[in-house]
């Protein structure tokens, strides 16, 4: 898919998912709204309900009923106006529980605008009543004064919300999955994109190193089909010692490309026996110092580790040990400077391949590591291999319950370093990590 084409459908799903993200907030908030006017409509009716009582009880005495012929007076003090408190109350309880409204609430009677109410029904909330928008006209009763029922409840704003709040809660879950559907996507579409560039890319490459050995085993066995080729013994041997040569460069791209698939199965097995590293690391040098001196660079050897014997597999510490040193030398693009050390770190023995080169950047540092995965230099093939050293070196050096660790800065150089446990069993946990001080 074109760059364009996927960031014209990325957008159109973004925008119709902040559509459907816009709307189900804009439902919420209707929902709530419309539960806060459902609940307003129940106190009103409560409220006048409680008013119509009243109105009916009107002619009652203080013994008999709501209302008395003066000022009534409770044990406590309080007084209303003539309105039996005592009776009143559970009017008002029974009104508001016919409409499904409970504790806790404040009810009193008093006249808009004025800073005492003649009676509340729990103190310290005085305030709070006389600004509740919660009210009914008790004009019906008191015809010369603009005395008014209120009710005032603490919890108005969780009471609408109570009744939707599973709703809103999956609602909630719902649009985080759908957003973290969404970003998964984008992520293992870039994800499987990046993949398939550096599958394209390892089969450029494997195309690009086939060609050139094929092309010259072609070039010599068609050289040795010429009579006059051989009859000269020297030149049959020349050509038949570069089909040999190349034939064996070509069996080991072919070997190289086999491993991705052992180290991906995890077919591989180790062959663990005591192994001293620095007369493993001293002979490879020796055939590499032949490589290094033909384009007139220096290897230098500091081995300053005390314990240098570890318990691991030759053949692939050495493989590693040779494909540190080959890029060093592949990427150090005028002459090669590169220096190979031990020491120890607290239980371990660090081996460090440092050059001068072309240093990694930041960002390819976080996939070097990775199979397949080579740093971009256009179409140009001047560095060969396929992007599977590095991943076999970090996979093997993990197998050995190892650690491999990458310092690289662009135009300076770069220094991989690969520990190993000294101990003879090895049995150093995957999980601990040395120091790095």
């Known amino acids: 898919m074109k760059k364009r084409t996927f960031l014209i459908i990325v957008s159109i799903t973004g925008i119709a998912l902040a559509g459907i993200i816009f709307i189900q907030f804009y439902w919420i908030r209707n929902a709530v709204l419309l539960q806060e006017e459902q609940f307003n409509?129940?106190?009103?009716?409560?409220?006048?309900?409680?008013?119509?009582?009243?109105?009916?009880?009107?002619?009652?005495?203080?013994?008999?009923?709501?209302?008395?012929?003066?000022?009534?007076?409770?044990?406590?003090?309080?007084?209303?106006?003539?309105?039996?408190?005592?009776?009143?109350?559970?009017?008002?309880?029974?009104?508001?529980?016919?409409?499904?409204?409970?504790?806790?609430?404040?009810?009193?009677?008093?006249?808009?605008?004025?800073?005492?109410?003649?009676?509340?029904?729990?103190?310290?909330?005085?305030?709070?009543?006389?600004?509740?928008?919660?009210?009914?006209?008790?004009?019906?009763?008191?015809?010369?004064?603009?005395?008014?029922?209120?009710?005032?409840?603490?919890?108005?704003?969780?009471?609408?919300?109570?009744?939707?709040?599973?709703?809103?809660?999956?609602?909630?879950?719902?649009?985080?999955?759908?957003?973290?559907?969404?970003?998964?996507?984008?992520?293992?579409?870039?994800?499987?994109?990046?993949?398939?560039?550096?599958?394209?890319?390892?089969?450029?490459?494997?195309?690009?190193?086939?060609?050139?050995?094929?092309?010259?085993?072609?070039?010599?066995?068609?050289?040795?089909?010429?009579?006059?080729?051989?009859?000269?013994?020297?030149?049959?041997?020349?050509?038949?010692?570069?089909?040999?040569?190349?034939?064996?460069?070509?069996?080991?791209?072919?070997?190289?490309?086999?491993?991705l698939t052992i180290l991906d199965r995890g077919t591989y097995s180790l062959n663990l026996e005591s192994l001293d590293l620095h007369q493993l690391i001293t002979k490879i040098t020796e055939g590499f110092q032949l490589l290094v001196n033909e384009r007139n660079g220096s290897l230098r050897l500091q081995l300053d580790s005390v314990n240098h014997t570890v318990y691991a597999d030759i053949m692939h510490i050495e493989n590693i040990i040779a494909n540190l040193l080959d890029n060093a030398n592949k990427y150090s693009p005028a002459e090669p400077d590169i220096t190979i050390s031990t020491f120890s770190r607290n239980d371990h023995i660090v081996v460090a391949v440092e050059d001068k080169g072309i240093g990694i950047s930041a960002k390819n540092q976080k996939h070097i590591f990775r199979k397949m995965y080579r740093v971009h230099t256009g179409n140009l093939h001047n560095v060969k291999g396929f992007g599977l050293g590095l991943f076999y070196v970090k996979s093997l050096i993990e197998a050995h319950n190892g650690f491999v660790y990458l310092h690289s800065e662009p135009g300076k150089g770069s220094r991989f370093e690969i520990s190993l446990p000294l101990d003879h069993l090895g049995v150093i946990s995957k999980n601990h990590k040395p120091d790095e001080s």
């Open 41 to 259: 409509s129940r106190v009103t009716l409560a409220l006048k309900g409680t008013v119509n009582q009243m109105y009916e009880c009107k002619g009652d005495t203080c013994s008999e009923g709501l209302f008395c012929k003066s000022d009534c007076r409770r044990q406590d003090g309080i007084q209303a106006s003539g309105i039996n408190i005592d009776a009143l109350k559970p009017m008002i309880q029974k009104e508001f529980s016919e409409v499904g409204l409970k504790g806790p609430y404040v009810y009193g009677i008093f006249t808009p605008g004025a800073v005492r109410a003649e009676y509340i029904s729990k103190h310290g909330f005085e305030k709070q009543l006389l600004q509740s928008k919660h009210i009914s006209s008790l004009s019906c009763i008191f015809k010369n004064d603009q005395k008014v029922l209120g009710a005032w409840f603490p919890d108005e704003r969780s009471r609408a919300f109570g009744n939707i709040f599973w709703w809103l809660v999956l609602c909630f879950i719902l649009l985080i999955v759908l957003v973290a559907g969404f970003i998964f996507n984008i992520y293992s579409f870039l994800r499987q994109k990046k993949i398939s560039e550096m599958k394209s890319d390892f089969v450029n490459n494997i195309t690009h190193e086939f060609k050139t050995p094929i092309a010259t085993i072609s070039l010599a066995s068609e050289m040795l089909l010429n009579p006059s080729v051989l009859k000269s013994e020297d030149k049959a041997r020349k050509y038949a010692n570069i089909i040999y040569d190349e034939n064996i460069r070509l069996k080991n791209q072919v070997e190289q490309v086999l491993q």
